[in-house]
């Protein structure tokens, strides 16, 4: 039961982190990570319906994409 467990915990790290990795501008060369916009794109085109809600967070200020962007990189790189 005890190796079903760690290897959960290994699974879930390993997804999060890669996903991370990912978003990290030198990996990807992503002009819109490296700026910290991308999410203002992402509210309203990458979502599979874009609803009322990815418009209103579309029309936030850029402050808000820069700290989500920021909080993405925490979550997804130094959580795990």
């Not at 990795?21 to 794109?41: D, G, Q």
Request: proline share 6%; hydrophobic share 50%.
């Amino acid at each position: 039961m005890r190796v079903v467990v760690w290897a959960q915990r290994l699974l879930v790290f390993r997804l999060m982190f890669a996903m991370g990795i990912e978003k990290v501008p030198w990996f990807n060369h992503c002009a819109s990570w490296s700026n910290m916009t991308y999410l203002a794109r992402y509210y309203e085109s990458e979502q599979p319906k874009p609803t009322a809600v990815g418009w209103a967070l579309h029309n936030l200020p850029s402050s808000f994409h820069v700290a989500c962007a920021g909080a993405t990189w925490f979550v997804e790189l130094v959580v795990p």
